[in-house]
């Protein structure tokens, strides 16, 4: 896992994944998220500068946002949302109790794989039954999700796969660029769940911790 000086060196400049450009990306995640989070307590993990925080969780209750980067949490704590508090933190080692939704979104990808599955059994553990909400790109190459490694790991741990939904299009080969325009065109996103796997670059899970036995 990248440490916290590391994260502090990407941040040096504002926004250094462009993650505010992702407009379309922030409209399908605000229309599946709705009715996840609707009037509920959402703790957003790797929240960043808060870009996602404003954009597609104004609907939660509250949101508690963590992230291992104080330039981040000092940034998003500037956006002053009237629902969301900021703590600096390793998610790995904060307390998931006391949440109705656990999302981790654009961030688990940065874990190898040991501590992925150290981080869902941690879920497991302290946010049993509950919502857990994750997405990324899902290209099968080193540091990124595979579809099928994902599931696996879900199923062996518990935990109950609700749905998932595609969130945008990968833009190689060339030919994946004109769908990923025509996704964009309205009601565009509607073909979304019907793509190609090929074509797919990122996806949202919905996930049910297991239940204590």
């Known amino acids: 896992m990248r440490t916290a000086a590391d994260f502090n060196l990407y941040y040096a400049t504002p926004d250094p994944w462009h993650i505010s450009h992702a407009r ?35 609907k939660a209750r509250s949101v508690v946002g963590i992230d291992i980067s104080d330039i981040a949490i000092a940034r998003a704590k500037s956006l002053n949302l009237p629902n969301a508090r900021f703590e600096i933190c390793d998610f790995l080692q904060a307390s998931f109790e006391g949440h109705d939704v656990i999302t981790a979104l654009e961030c688990v990808y940065y874990l190898s794989f ?9 879920v497991a553990k302290e946010h049993p039954g509950k919502i857990l909400l994750l997405s990324g790109p899902i290209v099968d190459y080193r540091r990124h999700f595979s579809h099928k ?9 518990g935990f109950a796969p609700l749905k998932f939904y595609n969130l945008s299009v990968y833009w190689y080969p060339p030919s994946s660029r004109i769908v990923a325009n025509l996704i964009k065109l309205p009601l565009g996103h509607t073909l979304l769940d019907w793509i190609p796997e090929s074509m797919v670059y990122q996806r949202l899970y919905v996930l049910r911790a297991p239940k204590p036995l």
């Open 149 to 157: 490694r994902l599931m696996l790991e879900f199923t062996t741990l």
């Open 24 to 58: 379309f990306r922030d409209k399908v995640l605000r229309r599946r998220l709705k009715p996840l989070i609707r009037g509920k307590s959402v703790l957003e993990l790797g929240c960043g500068e808060g870009h996602l925080t404003h954009a597609v969780f104004g």
């Open 114 to 122: 040991q501590e992925q599955g150290a981080f869902l059994e941690k």
